[in-house]
T-cell receptor
Framework: DAKTTQPPSMDCAEGRAANLPCNHS???????VYWYRQIHSQGPQYIIH???NNETNEMASLIITEDRKSSTLILPHATLRDTAVYYC????????????FGKGTLLTVNP | GAGVSQSPSNKVTEKGKDVELRCDPI?????LYWYRQSLGQGLEFLIY????????KSGLPSDRFSAERTGGSVSTLTIQRTQQEDSAVYLC??????????????FGPGTRLTVL
């Protein structure tokens, strides 16, 4: 699976949109972009995934560039409970189902 | 319904002792994964089970680590002759559908292992 690069940390004001970038310049055509987050002392939680098209669910939106070399996770109205480490993962599935987590981005939402 | 559960939540042991960590996946989930997370690090894959197939053990760090999954449900991760570097949070996850690209893994709360 392709390597992903994320900034180590970001800050966001409560109520504002949080935009978390991820670079995956070597992503292949059959790899999806997955986002998970891990709130302190909890297991990771699935957020969203996408292949080519932008995606939205009740938690977040995922914007993938046309060349698929980068993406942005958007939390439209960040709350204090969104403070967590966010992981961007390029994942192809197939016979290899393990997720390879990097160090992610620590998002701190400030009051 | 119930999520993935793990026990114990915390385990303190002495170097050289054996430990067993338990994972109860979500009912009906065919795939089960073990990961570990050392302090300040990302998750490290250890092993995965899928149905009755042979497990993928490619992530196990040494032969002191083993895991089994009985009846396609509960799994136990065993660490023999524990070392201080084994101290970490051990996370279990399960997922429902294989053979498709979508693989949403549901994680348990983890077991924090401390080897003194």
């Amino acid at each position: 699976d392709a390597k992903t690069t994320q900034p180590p940390s970001m800050d966001c004001a409560e109520g504002r949109a949080a935009n978390l970038p991820c670079n995956h310049s070597t992503i292949s055509g059959n790899e999806y972009v997955y986002w998970y987050r891990q709130i302190h002392s909890q297991g990771p939680q699935y957020i969203i995934h996408g292949l080519k098209n932008n995606e939205t669910n009740e938690m977040a939106s995922l914007i993938i560039t046309e060349d698929r070399k980068s993406s942005t996770l958007i939390l439209p109205h960040a709350t204090l409970r969104d403070t967590a480490v966010y992981y961007c993962i390029a994942y192809s599935g197939g016979s290899n189902y393990k997720l390879t987590f990097g160090k992610g981005t620590l998002l701190t939402v400030n009051p | 319904g119930a999520g993935v559960s793990q026990s114990p939540s915390n385990k303190v042991t002495e170097k050289g002792k054996d430990v067993e960590l338990r994972c109860d996946p979500i009912s009906g989930h065919t795939a089960l994964y073990w990961y570990r997370q050392s302090l300040g690090q990302g998750l490290e894959f250890l092993i995965y089970f899928q149905g009755n197939s042979a497990p993928d053990k490619s992530g196990l760090p040494s032969d002191r680590f083993s895991a089994e999954r009985t009846g396609g449900s509960v799994s136990t991760l065993t660490i023999q002759r524990t070392q201080q570097e084994d101290s970490a949070v051990y996370l279990c996850a399960s997922s429902l559908i294989l053979g498709r690209r979508v693989n949403e893994q549901f994680f348990g709360p983890g077991t924090r292992l401390t080897v003194l």
